[in-house]
């Protein structure tokens, strides 16, 4: 399950409960991710740097890089500068100058919905899990992908739905009694096909005529066209004439009847 987790870049949601924690999860797809050679950037929120790193090697913890806001995450001490884009900016600046793709964790996300607007933290993902390429520059040193531990409980479904539009995998963590199980729903970058088709291919009719097909449009007769007679009397006809004349040019389909309908009146 881990390497499917870790086949692609963007953003990995993983959304636990009180009953069902996330971190040891997380913790095991860095692992994965740093036996891999990549390199490792943590925003610890929540838990100290030392928790964090028990249970990892020497060579998982070399590759990582611990961004500490557990111990001041106001900044009160004023050891550092304020970062105008926060500290998702910082990680971004980093990530940038790291060899080779990059797996940043945010333990947690839940922390980050709490201390900045939703809006602002969904666009920051979004430019990390998806960076643009510069010119000249090493496609692998701009694969990032991001592993955001999400506590869904503490949360409404507006937020929970913004940040499971920009995720690429969510992982639901879920179980029965003491076994643990994970729901995994992927998302796939939509493709446009690009096709040439012909718009007269499926048409029901032809819009296109045979020889033979026009010689017997030609030699139709239209049902009001004029006749010779009809012209030539019209072609006669002074500005002083009054006389009236009336043509009639029976129809092919006409039913004319020889015997006079009004035989049987009395007229």
């Known amino acids: 399950m881990l390497d499917s987790l870790l086949t692609s870049g963007g953003l990995v949601l993983l959304r636990d ?4 924690e996330g971190r040891s999860l997380l913790k095991a797809l860095l692992k994965k991710s740093a036996l891999r ?16 790193r028990e249970g990892f090697g020497s060579d998982v913890n ?5 961004h500490d806001l557990f111990k001041d995450p106001l900044n009160w001490s004023k050891t550092g500068e304020a970062v105008p884009e926060g500290p998702l900016g910082t990680l971004r600046a980093l990530c940038r100058t790291s060899p080779g793709p990059v797996t940043i964790a945010l333990d947690s996300l839940s922390w980050l919905l709490l201390h900045l607007p939703c809006v602002t933290l969904c666009q920051t993902l979004h430019a990390l899990s998806q960076p643009s390429v510069s010119p000249g520059a090493d496609p692998l040193v701009e694969q990032v992908r991001v592993l955001g531990l999400l506590h869904e409980e503490l949360h409404g479904p507006g937020p929970i739905g913004a ?3 920009l995720a690429h995998t969510e992982v639901t963590l879920s179980g029965k009694m003491d076994q643990t199980s994970a729901s995994i729903l992927c998302r796939r970058p939509q493709q446009r096909a690009t096709y040439q088709v012909d718009p007269t291919t499926h048409l029901t009719f032809n819009l296109h005529l045979s020889e033979k097909e026009r010689e017997a449009r030609d030699s139709l007769t239209l049902p ?34 020889q015997e006079d309908p009004d035989d049987d009146l009395d007229i």
Do not use: M
């Not at 990549?38 to 964090?52: A, N, R, T, W």
């Not at 070399?62 to 611990?66: A, E, I, S």
């Not at 072609?235 to 004319?256: A, N």
């Open 17 to 20: 409960s009180v009953e069902w």
């Open 37 to 52: 050679g990549e390199q490792i950037h943590v925003l610890g929120c929540e838990v100290s740097e030392e928790e964090f």
């Open 62 to 66: 070399n590759r990582l890089v611990y």
């Open 163 to 165: 940040l499971s539009t």
């Open 224 to 257: 009001f066209q004029f006749s010779s007679e009809k012209q030539q009397a019209l072609l006669r006809s002074g500005p002083g004439q009054t006389t009236s004349h009336i043509f009639y040019e029976p129809d092919v389909f006409d039913d004319v009847d």
